[in-house]
């Protein structure tokens, strides 16, 4: 090895360039740990995101999972309620039918035993009803 080169002038570049070397380093750890962290934080905002989007997301699925069950026990409601009232509509048609029957009956009784005016109005208006009734159906 060649000591000749190794001159004190020479010796202060090569120190002075270690030092530069050293600074740089020194400065691009830097940058590398400031980059990590931010990198660190952005993960975990990232998470936290994640996190609260499942969060929104379930509570979301939790809502609609109980309108559902509330939209569902009100079509049963209405499906219940809508069978009472048929059965019940029909509970009325066959009560207006008997009345009907007594009605015209005692009409033509009335009729038979000579009443006239306004049984005979009566009857002929409750027959015309019932004509156009029958017509409908």
């Not at 001159?7 to 002075?16: G, H, L, S």
């Not at 931010?38 to 936290?48: I, P, T």
């Not at 209405?78 to 008997?98: P, R, S, W, Y």
């Not at 009907?100 to 015309?128: I, P, S």
Request: contains cysteine; hydrophobic residues 40%.
């Amino acid at each position: 090895m060649d000591f000749s080169l190794l001159t004190p002038q020479n010796f202060v570049v090569a120190v002075a360039f270690l030092f530069v070397c050293y600074e740089a380093y020194d400065k691009v750890t830097k940058i590398i740990a400031r980059i990590t962290a931010e990198h660190d934080r952005m993960k975990k905002w990232d998470e936290m995101e994640d996190k609260l989007l499942k969060n929104i997301q379930d509570e979301r699925d939790k809502i609609y999972e109980k309108y559902d069950n509330e939209l569902s026990e009100m079509r049963n409601q209405i499906n219940e309620n809508h069978a009472d009232t048929e059965a019940k509509l029909q509970e009325l048609v066959a009560m207006v039918m008997i009345l009907t029957k007594g009605q015209v009956a005692a009409l033509d009784g009335l009729k038979q035993q000579g009443c006239n005016g306004k049984v005979t109005q009566a009857k002929q208006e409750l027959d015309e009803f019932l004509m156009s009734k029958a017509v409908d159906i």
